[in-house]
């Protein structure tokens, strides 16, 4: 009797070349990714670095249409937690480039700015004059906004007391008070004592550079 054999095909290995061909590919390949993941990371923490400034300057502009001010820090009580609220994880004022740090925070108060910027993605405070991600963010802006709001009520409770005989003599604060407004209708929006001319029946605001007899004065 004859018998046949089926043999089965030897198992053939990678030979040396084709290893070192997928090598070099899954090198190339990571060398491609990890680049691109770098980017994605940092595409994200631009993204969180623009929504929070922004965030930060209606923030601060809340602050100083409340208190005719800029808060201390950026972590200043009354400010964050109130005009700001601090996050789920409690980064609203961290640098996202910073290392942990917070957002780097300046207020020039001759000028009434308030500066806030990010040391960018070298993570390096080279000031904002050199930084991409900067806010400023001017007192003269909410400051007129709450003068208007405060001049507008003036002049209808001024004009009744005027027309049912009241007197307005004195310096503002007492004229204020016969016209039945609170003590901080004696400022304006930008933390001045208004300057009431009891001869002319005006009201001055000194705007903001809090200086009156400029150009910048609110007259009513």
Same mark, same amino acid.
């Given at each position: /009797?004859?018998?046949?054999? $089926?043999?089965?095909?030897?198992? $053939?290995?990678?030979?040396?070349?084709?290893? /070192? +061909? +997928?090598?070099? +590919?899954?090198?190339? /390949?990571?060398?491609?990714?990890?680049?691109?993941?770098?980017?994605?990371?940092?595409?994200?923490?631009?993204?969180?670095?623009?929504?929070?400034?922004?965030?930060?300057?209606?923030?601060?502009?809340?602050?100083?249409?409340? $208190?005719?001010?800029?808060?201390?820090?950026?972590?200043?009580?009354?400010?964050? *937690?109130?005009?700001?609220?601090?996050?789920?994880?409690?980064?609203?004022?961290?640098?996202?480039?910073?290392?942990?740090?917070?957002?780097?925070?300046?207020?020039?108060?001759?000028?009434?700015?308030?500066?806030?910027?990010?040391?960018?993605?070298?993570?390096?405070?080279?000031?904002?004059?050199?930084?991409?991600?900067?806010?400023?963010?001017?007192?003269?802006?909410? *400051?007129?906004?709450?003068?208007? /709001?405060?001049?507008?009520?003036?002049?209808?409770?001024?004009?009744?007391?005027?027309?049912?005989?009241?007197?307005?003599? *004195?310096?503002?604060?007492?004229? $204020?008070?016969?016209?039945?407004?609170?003590?901080?209708?004696?400022?304006?929006?930008?933390?001045?004592?208004?300057?009431?001319?009891?001869?002319?029946?005006?009201?001055?605001?000194? *705007?903001?550079?809090?200086?009156?007899?400029?150009?910048?004065?609110?007259?009513?």
């Amino acid at each position: /009797m004859t018998t046949c054999e $089926r043999r089965r095909p030897a198992a $053939r290995g990678f030979t040396l070349i084709e290893l /070192m +061909v +997928v090598l070099a +590919v899954l090198g190339l /390949m990571i060398a491609t990714a990890v680049p691109l993941a770098g980017a994605v990371v940092d595409a994200d923490r631009r993204q969180e670095v623009q929504r929070e400034l922004a965030e930060l300057g209606t923030a601060l502009e809340a602050h100083w249409f409340d $208190r005719a001010a800029f808060p201390a820090t950026l972590r200043t009580a009354g400010f964050y *937690g109130v005009h700001l609220q601090p996050g789920v994880r409690g980064t609203a004022v961290q640098d996202a480039f910073g290392g942990g740090q917070d957002y780097v925070y300046t207020i020039d108060v001759p000028n009434g700015i308030a500066t806030v910027y990010s040391r960018g993605e070298n993570g390096t405070d080279e000031g904002a004059t050199a930084e991409e991600f900067v806010l400023q963010v001017h007192a003269a802006v909410p *400051g007129l906004r709450r003068t208007w /709001m405060r001049l507008r009520l003036i002049v209808e409770l001024l004009a009744d007391h005027i027309e049912s005989g009241g007197s307005v003599a *004195g310096p503002w604060p007492t004229l $204020r008070a016969a016209i039945g407004l609170a003590a901080d209708h004696d400022r304006d929006g930008f933390g001045t004592v208004f300057d009431w001319n009891a001869t002319t029946h005006t009201l001055t605001s000194a *705007g903001p550079d809090r200086v009156l007899g400029n150009g910048d004065d609110i007259t009513l």
